[in-house]
């Protein structure tokens, strides 16, 4: 009897996480734990020898070849090259010691464009060759690892294609931007950087254009008229119909006190259809306003916390941008969800009262995602959560996977309206009749606003007017959440990388505040790049590129085709924004505010921070004088007794306790920082470990106090 060879077959996920997961699963629990270099990989038996392997996220960079950092600069996609990520060496060690005598690699990545191109980056760069199949799945559950497994795809070549080709464009197209805006600035004035992106770009314009509706608003004054009207011993509100401009109108109205006229009642039962199902833009805005937190807190790629939830197995992928249920579900897979759900005490009533009531059919949205479905649960936790942010973001989901499965809804409307003369008043009512849904999703706003009981002709008398002046307002700055919902309806960026942008905007001092007002130095940004070439700012030529990678993943648009022709529009661009570079540079560089922190010693000029690529400084705008910082420090408040601006830092000590100090700028004898030997002034170093404070007499290191009368 011959007995046929073990195959090996290597399973690459994108996170640590899914690995364990996918391995336990697929194993039955009786896998076998390895740490190799700190990586944990996980062997066993399913007839053949099975190893699954995570990666990190990302572990190549796409970059150019090295050389000088200068613009345009235009690389052919092929000869674009992978470089290791720091911190990610030992991840690549394990997947391409695994691969090497493997028979079969599986890719496990998330299923869409970013994940099969991290998967496309890891056969590339580390050469794998062999057959190569595809998991795809839409949620970590049991049942759907085991369905995946067994039922393996070719690898999605085109989805990834598409990945490649927006990382390649993120490349071309930031560096270019970002060095032509940061080297043309470098010319008049010391930046540290200045960048711009295919999305960052036209998101900052958004965001400038808002503010300057909101500078060039001019208010208007206008009245809101209300009447009291009565009828019996009932009395009701009625607001006038449209707004009071002209303040004389006013008067007038109010000579109609004392009038008659009969009531023109109607009512209405109104059914209200659940919302429905989530898609991963949709539950980023949503919860973000149910429970504060930010939309990058909730879906951050690798922190985020309903990505977390994603990874243990208890809702679908949170990148999805459909609001459907998958196609193949029938009634028993919604009734499974829902005992999913009930199984989780908080919502068990809940959840018990849709099975009661449960809808025919289940609400559904509009948007589709060929690759996955709607959010919602797949599992429910056995022993909680790890915070209180993950159990509201997990039961704002289940609830509202409840709601689309729970009947309408239903109200009864009233509108009273009374005329006199050529006014007419109207007042609105709401009554619930039944909650439906609204029972196992309350964050939908629903007030009820009951009006008096009054018949259809009913003759009511106008009792009292009452005026309240109002003004038009602006429009307002964008939130994280609304700027979201606009970039998603202009399609700018992806649900996994509009908050990103975001985060990224601020980072580089372009805007400021909780909601999004442009700083100075930003405006300029989007006007230098407005007048010069208004398509890389341009929402719509953003939205066009992510419809040609769609058609690039979809298999309608040949990515190589696709790129060539894109990157040399680009070049062009750059072309334009060089021989325009010194205009360019004073516009840009007249916009970079110099803050001030002391005053020169040599010719009382001002003392500006600076940063180079070797660290802080400190230097008079008349060049006179020059002080370098070390890490970590920074100008403080007061001054020391010479006259020059203070600065705090800290060093570690060999037991690891980090060790705050202040000095003089100038490091003169008035410091504060002295010696604790012999009283001496002492000085901040830059040592091999580190920073470590010296004596300047005696030579003692790390031994010092800081002596508050000598401050200034």
């Known amino acids: 009897m011959v007995i046929p060879a073990v195959k090996k077959i290597l399973i690459i996920t994108e996170k640590p996480s899914v690995a364990e997961r996918i391995a336990r699963v697929l194993s039955g629990g009786k896998m076998k734990e390895e740490v190799k270099g700190k990586v944990k990989i996980y062997r066993f038996y399913r007839g053949d020898l099975h190893t699954v392997v995570p990666a990190s996220g990302h572990i190549f960079q796409l970059d150019y070849p090295d050389g000088k950092w200068t613009y ?52 590339e760069a580390l050469n794998i060759k062999g057959e190569v199949k595809r998991m795809e799945f839409s949620s970590l559950s049991e049942a759907e690892i085991k369905k ?20 390649v464009l993120d490349l071309e197209w930031g560096a270019n931007i970002t060095r032509a805006l940061t080297l043309s600035a470098r010319n008049h004035r010391w930046v540290k950087l200045l960048s711009s992106g295919r999305v960052q770009g036209p998101t ?70 659940p919302p429905p199902p989530f898609d991963g833009t949709t539950m ?24 977390q939830l994603y990874e243990a197995g208890l809702i679908s992928y949170i990148g999805t941008e459909s609001q459907k249920y998958p196609k193949s579900w029938r009634k028993e897979d919604f009734l499974d969800m829902v005992k999913i759900i009930a199984s989780y005490s908080p919502l068990s009533r809940d959840a018990m009262w849709v099975l009661e009531n449960m809808r025919e059919k289940a609400v559904e949205g509009r948007k589709d995602d060929p690759a996955h479905p709607c959010i ?36 009864m409307r009233t509108i009273i309206s009374v005329r006199i003369g050529e006014n007419v008043f109207i007042a609105r009512g709401v009554v619930r009749l039944s909650d439906g ?38 429009p307002k700055r964008y939130t994280p959440r609304s700027l979201i919902k606009a970039m998603e309806k202009l399609g700018l960026g992806t649900k996994n990388t509009r908050a990103v942008i975001l985060d990224l905007l601020k980072e580089r001092g372009y805007v400021e505040g909780k909601t999004f007002r442009p700083t100075k130095i ?112 920074r100008v403080i408040e007061g001054s020391c007794e010479c ?40 000085i901040p170093k830059r040592g091999k470990y580190g920073v470590y404070v010296k004596c300047s007499s005696c030579g003692s290191v790390n031994f010092f106090k800081i002596s508050r009368a000598k401050r200034g």
């Not at 720091?86 to 695994?98: F, L, M, P, V």
């Not at 805005?285 to 990505?307: C, F, K, N, W, Y």
């Not at 989007?526 to 590129?545: F, G, R, W």
């Not at 001002?606 to 008079?620: D, E, K, N, Q």
């Open 284 to 307: 980023q805005i949503e919860v973000s306003s149910i429970t504060g937190l930010t939309p990058r807190q909730i879906a951050d790629r690798t922190r985020g916390i309903a990505q």
């Open 72 to 123: 345009p600069i235009i690389v052919e996609p092929e000869n674009l090259i992978y470089k290791p990520i720091a911190g990610k060496k030992a991840y690549i060690d394990a997947i391409k010691r695994e691969a090497e005598d493997a028979d079969l690699i599986v890719i496990a990545t998330d299923l869409d464009t970013e994940g099969s191109a991290i998967g496309l980056e890891i056969l």
């Open 522 to 633: 930003g405006e300029r940004v989007v006007d230098v790049l407005s007048d010069l070439v208004p398509e890389i700012v341009d929402p719509n030529m953003t939205a066009k590129l992510d419809e040609a990678m769609r058609r690039i993943e979809m298999g309608e648009l040949n990515h190589k085709d696709f790129l060539r022709k894109t990157l040399n529009e680009l070049s062009g661009y750059m072309i334009k924004f060089k021989e325009l570079e010194k205009a360019i540079g004073e516009s840009i560089s007249s916009a970079i505010e110099a803050k001030s922190v002391g005053t020169c010693p040599k010719c009382g000029g001002a003392l500006v921070l600076r940063r180079s690529r070797f660290g802080p400084f400190v230097i008079c705008i008349n060049g006179d004088v020059k002080y370098d910082l070390m890490p970590k420090e």
């Open 643 to 682: 006259g020059l601006p203070l600065v705090a830092g800290s060093i570690r000590t060999k037991s690891g306790k980090h060790i705050k100090y202040e000095r003089c700028l100038g490091n003169c004898d008035r410091s504060p920082l002295r010696c604790s030997n012999c009283g001496s002034t002492a």
């Open 148 to 167: 995946s497994y067994e039922n393996l795809k070719n690898m999605d070549y085109t989805r990834a294609y598409a990945g490649f080709a927006r990382r």
């Open 376 to 411: 919602h649960i797949v599992g429910a936790p056995e022993k909680g959560f790890p915070t209180e942010n993950h159990r509201k973001v997990y039961e704002i989901i289940a609830r509202r996977v409840l709601a689309t499965l729970s009947p309408d809804g239903e109200d």
């Open 204 to 273: 900052l314009r958004m965001i400038v254009e808002r503010e300057r509706e909101i500078r060039s608003f001019v208010p208007e004054k206008f009245y809101v008229i209300k009447g009291i009207f009565e009828a019996g011993e009932r009395k009701f509100e009625a607001f006038l119909r449209g707004k009071i401009k002209d303040p004389g109108k006013i008067e007038e109205i109010k000579t109609l006190v004392g009038s008659e006229s009969r009531a023109n009642v109607r009512e209405r039962k109104v059914s209200l259809r």
């Open 437 to 474: 849904w609204r029972r196992v999703y309350p964050f939908m706003k629903s007030e009820e606003k009951p009006l008096p009981r009054i018949e259809n002709g009913q003759e009511v008398k106008l009792i009292d007017i009452k005026v309240e002046e109002k003004e038009t307002k602006p």
